[in-house]
């Protein structure tokens, strides 16, 4: 793909007026993913019309408002109702679970920096039946969601599965509709699908790996249908199923629902989203065997009646999708999402350097190197190394995309077969502040703080904590305050503060004319450094525990302050997905949580400071404290240095464990320090440390054993007159803990 693809995105005109279906559907209870298997009847909690020859029942739909009735495609049937029971709360109900799952819950939501809704902090509504085990769960809970008209769309994640109980979690796209139709005739035509289908046992537990297909089917304007797997539709295709579509008997519980029946036996239950002369059907589907195993799924079904242009998908998308075990395969439960970017038949996403090459009106999946041409709505992807199945997407409303597909590049052994959803992202408007910025790492500019993006998802705190208590000392007439200015000069190039140009109450970080720095010339070699990524947006790539000690500092601080940084490159030209290849494979960027789990950029804080959305990383603090005991910053030392000691540190044979230690306690905290210097001393010097690909020498690793004088000087009183580093850390976190 061509790396100045300019972030244009030609959307079909034709795509806002084609209907869709979209089944949250589920195969049989046994059988295989590309084919239909009865219904054994409906559940328990759940009665509706199993008999396609009941009389017909009026559809009573929903007419717009704050109700969205749909779908979790791990099998249940939900609703959510915004701004209930406040504005800027939530509350969503399970209507209808296959795994245990009961009541309602409520949450306050908002818009992210990336136009997504988030809702957090759930919490049980009181007296509507919610599990107990559920209730326990709340806290790791996670729903982002999207509105497109009338359609809600989003992923559920870290739901504890109760019918199992064994401590399995679900993940699954959201799909609710709050716009119904009175008249399955207006539905009528050919529709592409795709399908994504999993099977469980009696209690619960998923057994094998999901399975996917894909097909056409034939809604006609009285409910008969009929459904062709593997290819086109035909009216003589070889593996066909006929049914009905017709009102489901439970309008009050289901408003506006229909029962899908195929091959005579009752499939699921369907919601409708009707907008704008499109229609999208979402259906809560379930199917079940004798021995009480049951499968459970998608399907997404659009129009087929236009083909799409080539050019339909084009433009920058974030796409979500069950994050799998890196080393297992299988689902975690949680999200995974990431920037997709689309042109010249292409997909690239950010952490998968294979491209996608895409065919429009086509079809492809399983192993199959060859895509099934002829097939509208649908835009086949393979791998453009192998010309293997990589996804299959289908276009639905104006910005949201539903796609099957495997789970990971080419050659991953654990490879499995998702499903999920993507956003168009809006075109954003280019940033000039720091367009000016060279291509190559030479030229020093001077930026605002609140313009840089995080390029690592966690700082340690503690090294924070210990610079803000020392900006606040003034005890017994202490210039330790004054060392705030002192650190800005310092990372501005210069050399310090002259401490007798600093005066309380008048200097400020935000007006650099309020304190003056010693030396004339700056030093660009230790200054920090940023990138200009696409569409001119700043990402810092060092620097994020010296400008959040600044965005936090009492003198001044926040997102005014501005300091000069080296601009190590301008990828402003560039689309999401090759900015975010390239800071990977520049090792400029750090997607790993304190817990060493893998992240995608999409997860990363949008801000420095504290208290905007950087975690805390108890390793890399540690690693602050061992400077100069166990290592020596290097001259043009790598970004991230303390990050891939720390990865070091906790591998095997070393297995350096911080929960051993009480992290507040002075003498555990230096024990701690202590064991780590020592192993950092003792490293063979071409250890390669942690996934940086350079030895402990070229890391700083000093290699004579540390002095416990000057370690014990760590825990210096605060009411000394050079109080240590770990004291102030600890002081200021205890002065944290009462407020």
Request: hydrophobic share 40%; net charge neutral; charged share 15%.
């Amino acid at each position: 793909m061509n790396k100045n693809f300019q972030w244009t995105r030609a959307r079909a005109a034709g795509l806002a007026g084609l209907a869709a279906l979209s089944l949250a559907a589920c195969g049989g209870g046994g059988g295989g993913g590309s084919s239909f298997v009865p219904f054994s009847g409906p559940a328990a909690a759940n009665p509706g019309n199993n008999n396609t020859d009941t009389p017909a029942v009026a559809l009573q739909p929903l007419a717009g408002g704050a109700q969205y009735s749909g779908t979790a495609s791990f099998g249940d049937t939900v609703s959510i109702t915004l701004d209930q029971p406040a504005a800027g709360k939530l509350t969503l109900r399970f209507v209808d679970s296959r795994f245990g799952l009961a009541g309602a819950l409520t949450a306050s939501y908002a818009t992210q920096p990336d136009g997504s809704l988030l809702a957090g902090n759930f919490a049980v509504l009181a007296g509507s039946g919610v599990p107990d085990a559920l209730a326990a769960a709340l806290p790791k809970l996670a729903l982002r969601f999207q509105l497109d008209g009338s359609l809600l769309s989003g992923s559920l994640a870290q739901v504890p599965n109760l019918k199992a109980a064994d401590g399995s979690v679900l993940q699954g796209e959201i799909a609710a509709s709050n716009q119904g139709v009175a008249d399955v005739a207006t539905l009528a035509g050919v529709y592409s699908f795709i399908k994504l289908t999993a099977g469980y046992n009696a209690k619960g537990v998923q057994q094998g790996a999901p399975a996917s297909a894909f097909g056409q089917l034939n809604l006609k304007a009285d409910g008969t249908v009929r459904a062709c797997l593997g290819g086109a539709y035909a009216d003589n295709c070889a593996d066909a199923h006929t049914g009905k579509l017709a009102a489901e008997a439970d309008q009050k519980t289901y408003p506006g629902a229909l029962a899908l029946t195929l091959d005579g036996q009752r499939i699921g239950r369907v919601m409708v989203n009707a907008q704008s002369g499109a229609a999208t059907l979402l259906a809560d589907e379930f199917s079940t065997a004798a021995d009480g195993s049951f499968r459970t799924g998608t399907w997404v079904l659009q129009n087929a009646a236009l083909a799409l242009p080539a050019t339909a998908l084009d433009g920058e998308w974030l796409c979500s999708q069950p994050e799998l075990g890196a080393t297992t395969g299988t689902a975690t439960g949680r999200t995974q999402r990431n920037f997709v970017s689309v042109g010249a038949s292409l997909l690239q996403t950010d952490t998968i350097d294979t491209d996608v090459a895409l065919s429009a009106n086509a079809a492809i999946g399983g192993a199959a190197t060859s895509a099934t041409a002829g097939v509208n709505g649908l835009v086949a992807g393979q791998w453009a190394d192998t010309r293997k199945a990589a996804r299959l997407l289908l276009p639905v409303g104006k910005q949201t995309a539903y796609f099957i597909g495997t789970g990971a590049s080419t050659g991953a052994a654990a490879a499995s077969n998702i499903s999920g959803v993507c956003r168009a992202l809006p075109v954003q408007p280019v940033l000039t502040t720091y367009a000016a910025a060279p291509a190559k790492d030479t030229a020093v500019m001077t930026i605002r703080i609140g313009d840089a993006h995080p390029t690592q998802p966690a700082i340690g705190y503690d090294q924070v904590y210990y610079k803000q208590a020392r900006y606040r000392n003034t005890a017994n007439g202490s210039t330790e305050w004054k060392k705030e200015f002192g650190d800005y000069c310092e990372a501005a190039g210069l050399t310090d503060s002259k401490n007798g140009s600093v005066i309380a109450g008048t200097s400020k970080l935000t007006d650099p004319s309020t304190f003056t720095c010693s030396g004339k010339t700056v030093d660009a070699t230790v200054l920090k450094s940023a990138v200009v990524g696409p569409r001119g947006v700043l990402y810092l790539t060092d620097g994020h525990h010296t400008l959040t000690s600044f965005w936090d500092a009492p003198d001044g601080g926040g997102a005014e302050v501005k300091v000069p940084v080296v601009m190590k490159g301008n990828f402003m030209d560039q689309n999401n997905a090759t900015f975010w290849r390239g800071m990977r494979a520049r090792k400029t960027t750090w997607l790993k949580l304190p817990d060493g789990r893998a992240i995608t950029p999409a997860d990363l804080p949008q801000q420095l400071g504290l208290n905007n959305g950087l975690q805390d990383d108890p390793y890399r603090a540690l690693l602050y404290f061992t400077r100069d005991l166990g290592y020596a910053q290097p001259a043009n030392s790598t970004e991230f240095l303390e990050f891939y000691w720390s990865e070091w540190l906790k591998a095997a044979p070393q297995n350096v464990d911080l929960s051993a230690y009480t992290l507040t306690d002075a003498a555990s905290y230096l024990q701690a320090i202590g064991t780590a210097s020592g192993l950092m001393n003792r490293a063979d010097p071409n250890t390669i440390i942690g996934s940086s690909g350079l030895t402990a020498t070229l890391m700083g690793q000093l290699t004579k054993a540390y002095d416990p004088v000057a370690l014990a000087a760590l825990n210096t009183g605060v009411d000394q007159p050079k109080p240590g580093k770990l004291a102030y850390a600890l002081s200021y976190r205890a002065s944290l803990a009462k407020k």
